[in-house]
């Protein structure tokens, strides 16, 4: 289980910089001083840390933190270590992942919440501010749990530990199902990138440019969002490119909704062994 769970782990990062997301860096579009190399060498070096064995999800997280320091220099993945944590101590338990990630997530300890902490202000992520309480930067006196459940109206992550994983569920797995297939995944890729985008307010532009800039880029992603229901092949689209283009000019960068995408394609590829067949091929 533990090689599964890496596998699953470095093929959901791997997609992610394999098709194009806007705003977002792709193989196709490096942007905002990042390569997608770079998410990928931060892949292959976290995914020890997210399969360590006996390790609680704040250690996982803040070795993996390190571990990426070590390669890449800047934060690529803490959104994704954030989320890939509970989700891979999750797997371990059983093939219910829906409850067991529920499990993980309400099971959380005050160490938890120091070692993520830790971890947060070793990655420094782009808008990290100061908060009256559970500031990272302060020792921790609640578990991780209760920390996140105190973000969660402002950070679609956090909210995911408040609410058990459920949005991972109900959209961003919905949205793979109805389109996702291992055979030709940029298409499903996109699809769920944009349903997470267009549903909400992106956490990491609202912390960069501010609410007005993330929700203009929100009901641009809505109409791509609407094409992407339909069935179209939105790279055959030049115009898809340059809205890509057009963000990183801007230096607007979906990072939460591509964080909740890489969760997304991980615990797709946790429930449907075609996902490794397919990673087979390519390799």
């Given at each position: ?48 840390a997210i399969t ?54 309400a099971a959380l ?175």
């Amino acid at each position: 289980m533990r090689e599964r769970i890496a596998a699953a782990f470095e093929l959901a990062c791997t997609l992610d910089v394999a098709v194009r997301k806007p705003g977002n860096v792709s193989l196709v579009s490096p942007g905002h001083g990042m390569r997608a190399q770079q998410f990928v060498d931060s892949a292959h070096a976290a995914r020890d840390a997210i399969t360590l064995d006996g390790a609680s999800v704040g250690e996982r997280i803040e070795v993996g933190v390190w571990a990426t320091q070590a390669v890449a220099g800047c934060n690529t993945n803490l959104g994704i270590l954030l989320l890939a944590a509970p989700i891979a101590m999750a797997a371990e338990v059983g093939r219910d992942l829906r409850t067991a990630l529920a499990a993980v997530f309400a099971a959380l300890t005050l160490d938890d919440a120091e070692r993520t902490f830790r971890a947060i202000t070793v990655a420094n992520p782009g808008g990290l501010g100061h908060s009256s309480e559970a500031d990272v930067r302060a020792p921790a006196t609640m578990t991780l749990r209760q920390a996140m459940q105190l973000a969660a109206h402002r950070d679609r992550i956090a909210r995911q530990y408040a609410e058990g994983g459920a949005e991972l569920f109900d959209l961003g797995l919905a949205a793979w199902d109805r389109h996702g297939r291992w055979d030709d995944p940029a298409p499903g890729v996109q699809a769920v990138y944009l349903a997470w985008l267009s549903s909400e307010a992106d956490s990491h532009i609202v912390r960069r440019q501010g609410a007005p800039a993330a929700q203009a880029v929100t009901a641009e992603a809505a109409v791509w969002a609407r094409r992407a229901e339909a069935g179209e092949h939105l790279d055959a689209d030049p115009a898809f490119a340059a809205w890509d283009q057009s963000l990183k000019r801007q230096g607007l960068n979906p990072g939460t909704s591509a964080d909740l995408t890489v969760a997304t394609l991980m615990l797709a590829a946790l429930l449907d062994d075609r996902a490794f067949a397919g990673m087979e091929r390519d390799n």
